[in-house]
Nanobody, 124 residues
Framework: QVQLVESGGGLVQAGGSLRLSCATS??????????MGWFRQAPGKEREFVAT????????DYADSVKGRFTISRGFAENTVNLQMNSLKPEDTAVYYC???????????????WGQGTQVTVSS
């Protein structure tokens, strides 16, 4: 069982930036053996795909709504997966979750392990 912990959420004005990080709670686990994804869920809405990255970090994929604004990356030395979010919009407000899975995918069921989420609020 891999335990994921997200950090970096907060309150930011529209047009601002935040950097989310996902790490494991135990040193024994490594995120480098998993394809990783970020999802988000806004109040009253279903959880939706944001971004994903392969084990090597060589392939990434993004939801159309965040392309050109968000960047997913791996911190191999730190054993983290990061989501740099720029030009934030009020509609980006949601709880953001990182997930670890066996395949690179936009669908949530492809991921086996999930964090508890971190709140991102973008004010207009």
């Amino acid at each position: 069982q891999v335990q994921l912990v997200e950090s970096g959420g907060g309150l930011v004005q529209a047009g601002g930036s935040l950097r989310l990080s996902c790490a494991t709670s135990t040193r024994a686990d490594t995120l480098n053996t998993y394809n990783m994804g970020w999802f988000r869920q806004a109040p009253g809405k279903e959880r939706e795909f944001v971004a994903t990255i392969t084990r090597s970090g060589g392939i990434t994929d993004y939801a159309d709504s965040v392309k050109g604004r968000f960047t997913i990356s791996r911190g191999f030395a730190e054993n983290t997966v990061n989501l740099q979010m720029n030009s934030l919009k009020p509609e980006d407000t949601a709880v953001y979750y990182c997930a670890a899975g066996g395949s690179i995918s936009q669908v949530s069921w492809a991921y086996h392990y999930w964090g508890q989420g971190t709140q991102v609020t973008v004010s207009s």
